[in-house]
């Protein structure tokens, strides 16, 4: 691959680990961050990343160190994969903040505190020319990419770059199609997971097929009035990392936003289904940021309204349901 010998990856949870093997046979070395050092331990002599992934085995090329300036400094491209509310506390651990590398964010959401994109957060803290800053967004649960299944992701950033990329990155499973509107698809893989807990709950109510459609076509439309705000382009929200993400997220049993919205609506509390689920819930993250960008430019957004109220204000997700159902009557309107 020429210049790009060595791919790094900020994450050792499922996501991170799920890129690292895509990717490997791309490479002659991917290095993982992680901060548990029994993952760590268990990537470099076990091959295998027992806490996420266990039952994938993972290519002899892939390594894993608790380290992560080594593991930033060998790499000739960088990959971020930690949930989002902690992107600025790890990039913040990194002692020379100077990067003259590619640094590809994958991961999904909104910065609560501030309100920004991860890619904005990345310009934050590290000294990075804008054009090195790309998003990996798309249709893409961790486990079909780790065994090797056939996905479609973008691939957002200057085009030119992006596609010098695409080029490295491409392989016979994991394809790339490349954006320019960085805004826009990191809206589409953030906003996504909080449509899909609302999707999550109306099957666990047992509201049936009509309902589930209607969600996700109506959140769609929310995505694209967030987008709108952000500067990215709605018919972004059309494609792999909008509308795409968003199929998958809301209907795919392997999603962690619909099983923790299902939970939710057969019953049991916010902190049993957390529980359950085990794993990190971007959307139940997602939201709270949403719900300020909606009072603070004064926007509707019904759904993401709804749950937030589910989530943090104890609303009976039947009661959503009626919110949602009982709103006054209003014109299919996208622009």
């Known amino acids: ?19 690292a093997q895509a990717f490997s046979k791309n490479f002659e070395n991917v290095l993982i961050w992680g901060r548990d050092e029994k993952t ?10 027992e806490k996420y992934l266990p039952d994938i085995k993972l290519s002899s090329n892939i390594s894993a160190s608790t380290d992560i300036n080594t593991v930033i400094s060998k790499g000739n491209i960088v990959i971020i994969a930690v949930p989002t509310q902690r992107v600025r506390e790890v990039l913040e651990k990194v002692s020379n903040k100077k990067i003259n590398k590619p640094v590809i964010s994958a991961s999904k959401g909104i910065e609560i505190s501030t309100l920004k994109l991860v890619s904005q957060i990345i310009e934050d803290v590290l000294d990075i ?3 090195d800053i790309f998003v990996l967004s798309g249709p893409s649960f961790a486990k079909e990419v780790a065994l090797g299944l056939p996905t479609a992701v973008t691939l957002a950033g200057e085009e030119e770059y992006a596609e010098k990329l695409q080029e490295v990155l491409n392989t016979n499973s994991f394809r790339l199609y490349v954006s320019t509107d960085i805004n826009g698809v990191q809206i589409g893989g ?9 999707t999550g709950a109306s099957d666990g109510l047992g509201l049936g097929n009509n309902a589930r459609a209607s969600l996700i076509t109506r959140g769609l439309y929310e995505m694209t009035k967030i987008a709108k705000l952000f500067g990215g382009k709605p018919e972004t929200l059309y494609g792999l990392s909008g509308l795409g993400d968003l199929v998958l997220t809301a209907t795919g049993n392997l999603s962690r936003n619909r099983t923790f919205g299902y939970l939710l609506g057969k019953g049991l509390s916010i902190e049993e289904a957390f529980e359950k689920v085990g794993q990190v819930v971007e959307g139940a993250k997602t939201v709270k940021a949403i719900k300020k960008l909606a009072e603070k ?3 509707e957004l019904p759904i993401s309204e709804v749950v937030y109220k589910v989530i943090y204000e104890h609303l009976p997700p039947k009661e959503a349901v009626k919110i949602l159902m009982q709103r006054e009557p209003k014109k299919e309107n996208f622009s």
């Open 190 to 198: 953030a906003v996504k997971n909080i449509i899909a807990i609302a």
């Open 297 to 299: 430019h004064n926007i």
């Open 129 to 131: 020319e804008k054009e």
């Open 1 to 19: 691959m020429g210049e790009f010998k060595t791919l790094s990856i900020l994450g050792s949870g499922s996501w991170g680990t799920a890129l």
């Open 40 to 49: 760590v331990e268990d990537i470099n002599l076990k091959n295998v990343n």
